[in-house]
């Protein structure tokens, strides 16, 4: 049926070789036949990784910050549901509930996808599109995947930056791999990461500017 839905459930992060700083997030429908790797950035990978490897920060996420306030005010999320737009991107249909009324909202599909783990709401997408964009379980073996997860974000430090705010996040990153990564957040119109971003390129070049003045 071409509106049939599948369960999905997350099964890990993995780097993504191609696109510096992106990370592949894997999901898997209940059969285990065919996973969905779905690209997003190191920010939400992170908070996703925290759940799945059980990790309390000290202070809460943006996500876990959005799940206090869903719970403050008797708003439940009953499903998500994974889409694909024309130009390519996945996004998400997330269908909230408070009382006797319904809603439903538009979010980004890693987004969605924190939120939902926090609060136990279940990940569906179409038949369709898992056939289209899904790809044999042999692909992403769980021993690789589990390895690359673990490896590949440092979720430890990010923690240590929770407790430091002076300890940038993009502290590593060459000037050339910020623009990439500032023009990659316009174009998913993550506003707040891109002016992150702006502020650290800004701030080498002040720090430049200052060098060449003494």
Avoid: W
């Avoid at 509930?97 to 939120?115: L, P, T």
Wanted: one cysteine or more; proline letters at 4%.
């Amino acid at each position: 049926m071409e509106n049939e839905l599948v369960r999905l459930k997350i099964v890990g992060i993995t780097y993504n070789q191609i696109e510096n700083g992106m990370y592949a997030m894997v999901l898997e429908d209940m059969d285990g036949s065919l996973r969905l790797p779905i690209i997003i950035g190191y920010n939400e990978a992170q908070s996703i990784e925290c759940m799945l490897q059980k990790i309390k920060t000290p202070r809460p996420l943006t996500h876990e910050f959005t799940t206090e306030i869903l719970g403050a005010f008797d708003i439940v999320i009953e499903s998500v549901v994974i889409k694909q737009l024309e130009n390519g991107i996945f996004t998400a249909d997330v269908t909230l509930r408070q009382g006797e009324r319904k809603s439903v909202i538009d979010a980004r599909s890693s987004d969605a996808i924190a939120i939902a783990m926090r609060v136990d709401a279940p990940v569906f997408t179409s038949r369709t599109l898992l056939e289209r964009c899904g790809i044999d379980r042999e692909s992403f073996a769980p021993r690789n995947l589990h390895d690359s997860s673990r490896q590949s974000i440092p979720v430890k430090k990010a923690i240590e930056r929770v407790k430091n705010p002076s300890v940038s996040p993009y502290e590593g990153e060459s000037l050339d791999s910020l623009r990439r990564m500032m023009e990659e957040a316009v174009r998913e119109e993550d506003y707040e990461k891109a002016g992150e971003i702006k502020m650290e390129i800004d701030k080498r070049r002040a720090g430049a500017n200052n060098v060449i003045d003494q």
